[in-house]
């Protein structure tokens, strides 16, 4: 979904409908922690254009599914990820990210693994660390474990290979997107030969920042 405009944006993935919206904080500590009004701002459309849908469920025999279905949640599951609101993030849910890092353990600590499973674990990671995409970083040794081999062959880890996956272990923590960061007041543009590299930038308004995130390249663009 493309970062829009106006405060409310919606979409649906497979069956699953979300709704977001930008609320002013009722109070921000010096910390930066944030609380939530008691009840929606006015001008709010979020509870309006989903009781709306709600309506129209029933008016067509649609059944809603009650238990799933939430309204106002600063903090929820959606879509694969997990919102803070409050908190201004979003990241992997943490009880996966939790279970994938003791896995991750385990199998350092045995020292061997399947082909099958660390393409697994290695496909896991790269969906946790796309909530922050400088950590992708980290992920070398564990594709190069995999390359070239049978789904069936066992490998030996190597030294080098076991911190990788620790330090993913380590770090998981901090594999989330501040929401509420500024945008970058450059626009950077690089390239690279055999013989060399260059980097230049250009500044950029905070709108024109902004703006061109909304254009930036999105997975279904080139997902078919």
């Known amino acids: 979904m493309r970062q829009p405009r106006s405060p409310y944006t919606a979409g649906v993935i497979q069956d699953d409908h979300c709704g977001l919206e930008l609320e002013v904080a009722e109070h921000v500590t010096k910390s930066g922690e944030h ?19 709600r309506a129209e469920y029933e008016r067509h025999g649609v059944k ?13 599951t959606v879509w694969g990820g997990e919102v803070d609101g409050l908190r201004g993030t979003t990241s992997s849910p943490k009880r996966r990210a939790l279970c994938l890092a003791a896995i991750t353990l ?12 660390l393409e ?3 496909g896991s990671w790269v969906a946790t660390l796309m909530y922050r995409r400088r950590m992708l970083c980290i992920l ?16 030996a880890l190597s030294r080098e290979l076991k911190f990788e996956y620790f330090a993913l272990v380590l770090l998981v923590p901090f594999a989330r997107t501040n929401m509420r960061a500024s945008p970058a007041p450059f626009v950077y543009a690089v390239d690279a030969s055999d013989w060399g590299t260059a980097v230049c930038r250009a500044g950029l308004s905070r709108a024109q920042s902004l703006e061109l995130c909304r254009h930036a ?8």
Do not use: Y
Request: proline residues 1%; charged residues 15%; glycine residues 6%.
């Open 35 to 53: 609380s939530a009004a008691i009840s929606a701002p006015a001008g709010s459309i979020a509870m309006e254009r989903f009781l709306a849908m």
């Open 120 to 122: 697994i674990i290695n």
């Open 217 to 224: 390249v999105v997975r279904g663009a080139w997902t078919r």
């Open 140 to 155: 070398d040794l564990c594709f190069n474990a995999t390359r070239g081999r049978s789904q069936k062959d066992i490998v």
């Open 106 to 117: 385990q199998i350092v600590t045995m020292g061997v693994a399947s082909v099958a499973l």
């Open 64 to 76: 809603l599914n009650v238990k799933k279905s939430t309204l106002r949640s600063f903090h929820h």
